[in-house]
């Protein structure tokens, strides 16, 4: 079945530190992988997304993630954490003739001042 | 540009009462429409989605049904509310044409059901 995990319902950093969220998926063929941030009440804004092509993607706010397929893994990363980070982060994945997006539970980050 | 604007924002309703909400999507034309229930810690249900005019489909057997009048307007509708139906509600929508793309969505409405 097509699923995708985000093993880290919580996580803190101090404002300055390193992030990185996991992500990994369950597919049957070559996905489309996305991450969202969501802040709370909100609705949910694309950060990056990786369709094909080099498999370091660069996004919005100075996020970045890394498609593996060797171990089917879309990690969001961001060296430096700002305080404005704080928000639940989503992965989805899709792929080409099917309208379905599929989410993770998601992640909450809390950033430390 | 292109906007998707849900109404309303926050609704809380007795169990029993029946329930509309409502999207719509500007400046684009034929776009795949979205609902999606968001439960805390769940992550998000696709509960419906369309790719036209009168044209649903349901993802998960519920309480609820929706419908599309128009080609940018999506509507999330319930006959009589159940507790189970509080939540948060997205609406969202992605290209027809590229269904590689992302989903774009809306603000948001959160439903509470007494």
């Known amino acids: 079945a097509q699923s995708v995990t985000q093993p880290d319902i919580h996580i803190t950093v101090s404002e300055g530190a390193s992030l990185e969220l996991r992500c990994n998926y369950s597919?049957?063929?070559?996905?489309?992988l996305f991450w969202y941030v969501q802040s709370p009440g909100q609705g949910l804004q694309l950060l990056l997304k990786?369709?094909?092509?080099?498999?370091l993607v660069q996004g919005i706010k100075g996020f970045e993630a890394e498609f593996k397929r060797s171990q089917s893994s879309f990690n969001l990363r961001k060296p430096s954490v700002h305080w404005s980070d704080a928000a639940e982060y989503f992965c989805?994945?899709?792929?080409?003739?099917?309208?379905?997006?599929?989410f993770g539970t998601g992640t909450r980050l809390k950033v430390l001042a | 540009s292109q906007t998707i604007h849900q109404w309303p924002a926050t609704l809380v309703q007795p169990v029993g009462s029946p329930l509309s909400l409502e999207c719509t999507v500007e400046?684009?034309?034929?776009?795949?429409l979205y609902w999606y229930r968001q439960a805390a810690g769940r992550g998000l249900q696709l509960l419906f989605y369309?790719?036209?005019?009168?044209?649903i489909s349901s993802e998960v057997p519920q309480n609820l049904s929706a419908s599309r009048p128009q080609d940018r307007q999506f509507i999330l509708s319930s006959k009589k509310l159940l507790l189970s139906d509080s939540g948060f509600y997205l609406c969202?929508?992605?290209?027809?044409?590229?269904?590689?793309?992302?989903?774009?969505f809306g603000e948001g409405s959160r439903l509470t059901v007494l």
């Open positions: 969202a929508w992605s290209r027809l044409s590229a269904n590689t793309g992302e989903l774009f």
């Open positions: 597919y049957g063929a070559t996905p489309y």
């Open positions: 990786y369709f094909s092509g080099d498999t």
């Open positions: 989805a994945v899709s792929r080409s003739g099917t309208y379905k997006y599929i």
């Open positions: 400046g684009t034309s034929n776009p795949n």
């Open positions: 369309s790719v036209g005019i009168g044209q």
